[in-house]
């Protein structure tokens, strides 16, 4: 598998001089062939500047630096892929943190270039090309007609178009899961968060927070809007990117989730969330939620307090919610920041499957962590020796039968769980 690299202009580069590396934490490596995938569709090779690209001496087996003039890439992978290493590359001096992506190994063989990574789901629902010859614009102003008095379509219109993201996108498609912010506050200071970053955190948020506080009238126009034109597996997600912690606004989320069931009973009512806030979670749960997908980075105080910087909770609050929501009819599943090096540690690994055993968690969503890989690690505690992205999703299977690996969320049909008949609770 030949390195790739990229020249001061961004241009591509492979050569068979060195055979292409991959980076766990601080370990550089060779691959293995079952950690290399073809490039999938929706993937994007970057450069990073300030790197010196790393690879494998063909004969001597030595770990190689390409000139001074060359940097590293790294790849961007679409929803559905997990990514199994880091691209390998040092810092020669001193430079400005990465943007906040999540960077994958990459390799070039046969004409063909390819990723260490592994496929955790269908990608097809989530492919960001699905929208691309359609026009969005014309879709935001029909919706934006309709309901010229709801903010939340003018705030998603940004996310529509500039963002592009596939949420919002699917909100104004009225296809499968859909947008909608309502929190303009949080709880924690993600030192990743893409919709607030602090001045001199050295890189900025990709989105913008949101700013307004929509109304109860305007989530149930927009919940019942989606729900009813978006087929039976619809789901409406409260806690998108776009915005701050949901769970903030627990006392109206949990009226309009009454009120818009009252008024339509199917698909499905989800929130991502940091669950912090057990009491305002226990609120929404009780008003009729039936999806749950918590964020989180670890299972282990010392860790989740160094990236979540938590508010006025902890990682045993978020336990205490994961735990209450799966006991009252809700599916819950993690949205588990994983980077290789760290996830796949015994420590992280035996905390984590602790936290699915004692929570009744369905699934866990792979998600790469979008971060500088050292500028997080300058950061993180000290774990023991890694035991590889695959290895930690064969503990995963084993130690916690009942669980599946995935990507995003899904409806309870994948679950083998249609929706419960219409009730009060
Ligand atoms: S919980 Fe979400 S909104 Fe809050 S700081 Fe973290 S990433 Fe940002």
Redesign the pocket.
Known sequence: MHIVYADADGKLYDSERLQAAGRTAGDITELTGEEWIALPEGATIVSLPGTRALGVHPVTGKLTALPENYTAVGALLPQGFTRLYLPAYFRPSASEPLPLFGYSAVGFENGQFYVAAYQSDDPVPWDPLQYQNLDVAAKVGDLQQRFPQNRLYQHLETCALYYECVTSRNTFFARGEGAIPV?PT?????V?????QEADSGFPSPQT?LTIRPTVDEMVELMVEHLASAGPNAIISF?Q?C???PSMRGREIADAIRRTRQIIQVGYININ??AGNTRNIKQIVDSGLDLMRI?TISALADHYDVY??PRGYSVSDVEESARYAAQHEVIVSLNYLVFPGITDTVEEMDAITQFILRTGVKLIQLRNLNIDPDYYLARVPRRSKPVGMLEFMNQIKTRCPDVRLGSYTHPGTWYGVGRPAPTTR
Do not use: F, K, L
């Not at 949080?186 to 993600?190: E, T």
């Not at 990743?192 to 607030?196: A, K, V």
């Open positions: 929190s949080c709880n924690a200071g993600c990743g968060c893409i919709s607030e927070r806690g990117g915005e701050g912690e969330t940091n964020s979540y910087r």
